[in-house]
């Protein structure tokens, strides 16, 4: 409503600051052609207009001191003097409507000033044209204002003490502005403004998903980070936003990049034994032990690595995965929906171990005969015996 009203106000100030200038430039024949300005002695009796009328006790001495090249604005800025006050009130008014009423103030005043000079034949009034000017950097003072307050905001946003993972508060305030402004922005005739006002706002709430790993959360950062930036990315791909595609695609690299660092640290713990192991056997290749001399090593010897297998039946395999498969449940919330992808991650980075450790043994235990207790056909049927029972 707020916005409409203003819509109207400004639409009625043309007509009424040109008829006002013409009446002005035709009474005291202020034409800009004329060689000279006469000083023109009035009486209030032989003003027809109102306006002009009550503000002659005011412009009687001013009057002889009119420049000619704006002769007609000087006297339209002593008869709206009270404009620009009472349009700075009445954008506060429109401003505190709503919480982002400063954006429909910006968009209002730019799509005006635009079609005024669009529409007009003749160029617009310079004193309206200085006024609505004057009004355009308060509503832009007013927008930035507002941008950095809600920046700051969500940089400073504190995390719930009992957070269990989701979408963080930060992240959801960021996509209600980008909602709000998209749609108070769709038919803007410009949006540089809001455009820097995106940028800006996506680095606080990239740098407010960062500053995770120093809040001492009880859940798995990574996870919520992964998550978030998740969240983003197809928030961001949604939109369709051009100024945000960079940000849109650093999402999408952070978002992979938190998913490994949850997948790997998660998957240690199935085979973590394993891991160590074979870690071990990975660090004395580097030292520049020979694969055939590895198994002469104390700690990874034929008899160590026997004993390590065999702690990984397969049976117990299924039931690690099992048990980790309800941990990611419950860790991940269902409204990202990223258990399968998750799921699949993990199954990917499993079998890629799978096949590491049996390289390392055919290359370091060769002729030996020492094998896992599962095979890689036993493993892929894990994990699909669990996704389908769930």
Same mark, same amino acid.
């Given at each position: 409503?707020?916005?409409?009203?203003?819509?109207?106000?400004?639409?009625?100030?043309?007509?009424?600051?040109?008829?006002?200038?013409?009446?002005?430039?035709?009474?005291?024949?202020?034409?800009?052609?004329?060689?000279?300005?006469?000083?023109?002695?009035?009486?209030?009796?032989?003003?027809?207009?109102?306006?002009?009328?009550?503000?002659?006790?005011?412009?009687?001495?001013?009057?002889?001191?009119?420049?000619?090249?704006?002769?007609?604005?000087?006297?339209?800025?002593?008869?709206?003097?009270?404009?620009?006050?009472?349009?700075?009130?009445?954008?506060?008014?429109?401003?505190?409507?709503?919480?982002?009423?400063?954006?429909?103030?910006?968009?209002?005043?730019?799509?005006?000033?635009?079609?005024?000079?669009?529409?007009?034949?003749?160029?617009?009034?310079?004193?309206?044209?200085?006024?609505?000017?004057?009004?355009?950097?308060?509503?832009?003072?007013?927008?930035?204002?507002?941008?950095?307050?809600?920046?700051?905001?969500?940089?400073?946003?504190?995390?719930?003490?009992?957070?269990?993972?989701? *979408?963080?508060?930060?992240?959801?305030?960021?996509?209600?502005?980008?909602?709000?402004?998209?749609?108070?922005?769709?038919?803007?005739?410009?949006?540089?403004?809001?455009?820097?006002?995106?940028?800006?706002?996506?680095?606080?709430?990239?740098?407010?998903?960062?500053?995770?790993?120093?809040?001492?959360?009880?859940?798995?950062?990574?996870?919520?980070?992964?998550?978030?930036?998740?969240? *983003?990315?197809?928030?961001?791909?949604?939109?369709?936003?051009?100024?945000?595609?960079?940000?849109?695609?650093?999402?999408?690299?952070?978002?992979?990049?938190?998913?490994?660092?949850?997948?790997?640290?998660?998957?240690?713990?199935?085979?973590?034994?394993?891991?160590?192991?074979?870690?071990?056997?990975?660090?004395?290749?580097?030292?520049?032990?020979?694969?055939?001399?590895?198994?002469?090593?104390?700690?990874?010897?034929?008899?160590?690595?026997?004993?390590?297998?065999?702690?990984?039946?397969?049976?117990?395999?299924?039931?690690?995965?099992?048990?980790?498969?309800?941990?990611?449940?419950?860790?991940?919330?269902?409204?990202?929906?990223?258990?399968?992808?998750?799921?699949?991650?993990?199954?990917?980075?499993?079998?890629?171990?799978?096949?590491?450790?049996?390289?390392?043994?055919?290359?370091?235990?060769?002729?030996?005969?020492?094998?896992?207790?599962?095979?890689?056909?036993?493993?892929?049927?894990?994990?699909?015996?669990?996704?389908?029972?769930?």
């Amino acid at each position: 409503v707020s916005q409409q009203m203003l819509e109207q106000v400004l639409r009625e100030l043309q007509p009424l600051c040109m008829a006002e200038q013409q009446f002005i430039e035709k009474f005291f024949q202020l034409s800009p052609a004329a060689a000279d300005l006469q000083v023109v002695e009035v009486s209030v009796s032989n003003i027809s207009s109102p306006a002009l009328a009550s503000a002659l006790p005011h412009l009687t001495s001013y009057f002889c001191f009119l420049r000619l090249e704006e002769p007609t604005t000087q006297v339209l800025c002593e008869l709206f003097s009270c404009l620009e006050p009472e349009l700075r009130g009445f954008l506060d008014v429109c401003n505190k409507v709503h919480p982002f009423g400063c954006l429909q103030v910006l968009v209002t005043l730019n799509d005006s000033i635009f079609e005024m000079w669009d529409s007009s034949s003749s160029p617009p009034s310079a004193f309206l044209n200085t006024a609505l000017g004057n009004m355009l950097l308060l509503a832009k003072s007013s927008f930035n204002k507002c941008i950095g307050t809600l920046c700051k905001e969500i940089e400073e946003a504190k995390m719930p003490s009992k957070m269990k993972g989701g *979408i963080l508060p930060s992240v959801s305030r960021f996509e209600e502005f980008v909602t709000f402004s998209e749609e108070v922005f769709r038919a803007a005739r410009r949006r540089r403004e809001l455009d820097k006002a995106h940028l800006w706002l996506a680095d606080s709430v990239f740098s407010s998903i960062n500053s995770l790993p120093s809040a001492n959360l009880k859940v798995n950062t990574d996870m919520v980070m992964m998550e978030n930036f998740h969240h *983003i990315h197809c928030f961001l791909c949604q939109k369709e936003i051009h100024c945000l595609e960079g940000k849109k695609r650093e999402a999408q690299q952070r978002y992979s990049e938190h998913m490994e660092k949850y997948v790997i640290k998660y998957l240690g713990q199935p085979l973590e034994k394993l891991n160590l192991f074979f870690e071990g056997v990975k660090a004395r290749l580097v030292q520049g032990v020979k694969e055939e001399e590895v198994s002469f090593q104390l700690a990874y010897s034929k008899q160590e690595l026997r004993k390590v297998i065999e702690k990984y039946p397969g049976k117990e395999v299924k039931r690690a995965l099992e048990t980790l498969y309800r941990k990611i449940h419950k860790h991940l919330s269902p409204e990202e929906k990223l258990l399968p992808v998750v799921w699949q991650a993990m199954e990917q980075e499993l079998i890629q171990q799978y096949q590491e450790f049996e390289d390392l043994i055919q290359r370091c235990y060769a002729g030996s005969g020492i094998a896992m207790d599962f095979t890689m056909e036993d493993l892929l049927s894990y994990f699909n015996s669990i996704t389908l029972s769930n």
